[in-house]
Nanobody, 126 residues
Framework: QLQLVESGGGLVQPGGSLRLSCAAS????????INWFRQAPGKEREGISC????????NYADSVKGRFTIFRDNAKNTVYLEMNNLKPEDTAVYSC???????????????????WGQGTQVSVSS
């Protein structure tokens, strides 16, 4: 079965950290750019980060820049999102998505993904 599976979510206090994983199953991520999204209750889905297929290019939304880091380990067929200094407004369901590309860049685009994960809940609360 071809799919992306997220893990690593949970409950954390403000100022804490979490590392999310996005693992591919049934295919290799080598030629795929990966984007992370989040959606809080009652709000629209927000694209927060992307990483190129090689990992050499990354991009972040202003809301997470300087706090979140995206990186990938193609040998493990996994992309990670390291989240530091978490705030209550970071509470959301986080999902990853993949699109096939040979570009050296990635793009924070709302659609056009081949694979989506099911999401993992991140809750930031004291």
């Amino acid at each position: 079965q071809l799919q992306l599976v997220e893990s690593g979510g949970g409950l954390v206090q403000p100022g804490g950290s979490l590392r999310l994983s996005c693992a591919a199953s049934g295919f290799t991520l080598d030629n795929y750019a990966i984007n992370w999204f989040r959606q809080a209750p009652g709000k629209e889905r927000e694209g927060i980060s992307c990483i190129s297929s090689s990992g050499s290019y990354t991009n972040y939304a202003d809301s997470v820049k300087g706090r979140f880091t995206i990186f990938r380990d193609n040998a493990k067929n996994t992309v990670y999102l390291e989240m530091n200094n978490l705030k209550p407004e970071d509470t959301a369901v986080y999902s990853c998505a993949a699109y096939n590309t040979f570009s050296s860049m990635c793009f924070m685009r709302p659609r056009g993904y081949t694979y989506w994960g099911q999401g993992t809940q991140v809750s930031v609360s004291s």
